[in-house]
């Protein structure tokens, strides 16, 4: 069965360096999302993206995020000076395509850890 | 405004006894509905959808929720739970015409042998 998949599983990193996380999208998808959760909080949404452009974001996705479709297969969530209050996991998805765009499909996440 | 209450932030039941997870959503629209369930180390897996067809939904693995708009609620159940079931819950809903997901704080369910 298609899935969607993240890299890394866990990434640390020092407070200010950037991190780029990444994302392979179910591929005949057409939107693609990043979702985070904080510790003990709830899943937030962050951002979504459709035809090489952003198409929805949250109050939580300000200019130290951005988003990429790099190449064909990729989808990127680019932090660019990390603060502590950035460790989260962070969840990809995928929509669209052959399936109702109303039904996303999660990756397993990537647990940011920022010291 | 979209917003989902899980009543239970964690739920034990024994193997082979009835499962139910609670879950109210709050919608300005006609709202789809979901159970999102995950395992350790895995992703968000789809338990079922409501997207305003038949308000009985079943989904995978046993479970079914029932979508009820009048007590604004979307429980889910399972009459016999199995260890491999043990695993985070989130109800989640869709505001349709922007398509951003709302979770739950989701509700972690332990199966004691």
């Known amino acids: 069965e298609p899935e969607v998949t993240q890299t890394p599983s866990h990434q640390v990193t020092q407070m200010g360096q950037e991190v780029i996380l990444r994302c392979v999208p179910i591929?005949?998808?057409?939107?693609f999302y990043w979702y985070r959760q904080i510790l003990g909080q709830k899943v937030e949404f962050l951002v979504s993206?459709?035809?090489?452009?952003?198409?929805?974001k949250s109050e939580i996705f300000d200019d130290q995020f951005s988003v990429e479709r790099p190449d064909g297969s990729n989808f990127t969530l680019k932090i660019r000076s990390t603060k502590l209050e950035d460790s989260a996991m962070y969840f990809c998805?995928?929509?669209?395509?052959?399936?109702?765009?109303?039904?996303?499909?999660f990756g397993a996440g990537t647990r940011l850890s920022v010291l | 405004a979209q917003s989902v209450t899980q009543l239970d932030s964690h739920v034990s039941v024994s193997e082979g006894t009835p499962v139910l997870l609670r879950c109210n959503y709050s919608?300005?629209?006609?709202?789809?509905l979901f159970w999102y369930v995950q395992h350790p180390n895995k992703g968000l897996q789809l338990l079922l959808k409501?997207?305003?067809?038949?308000?009985l939904v079943k989904g995978i693995n046993g479970f079914e929720a029932e979508f009820k708009k009048s007590e604004t609620s979307f429980h889910l159940t399972k009459p016999s739970a199995h260890m491999s079931d043990a695993a985070e819950y989130f109800c989640?809903?869709?505001?349709?015409?922007?398509?951003?997901?709302?979770f739950g704080t989701g509700t972690s369910l332990t199966v004691i042998p």
């Open positions: 998805a995928s929509s669209g395509g052959t399936v109702p765009l109303n039904i996303q499909y």
């Open positions: 591929s005949n998808h057409l939107y």
């Open positions: 993206f459709y035809n090489n452009e952003i198409s929805e």
């Open positions: 919608s300005s629209y006609s709202p789809s």
């Open positions: 409501y997207t305003s067809a038949a308000t």
């Open positions: 989640v809903v869709s505001d349709g015409s922007r398509n951003q997901f709302y």
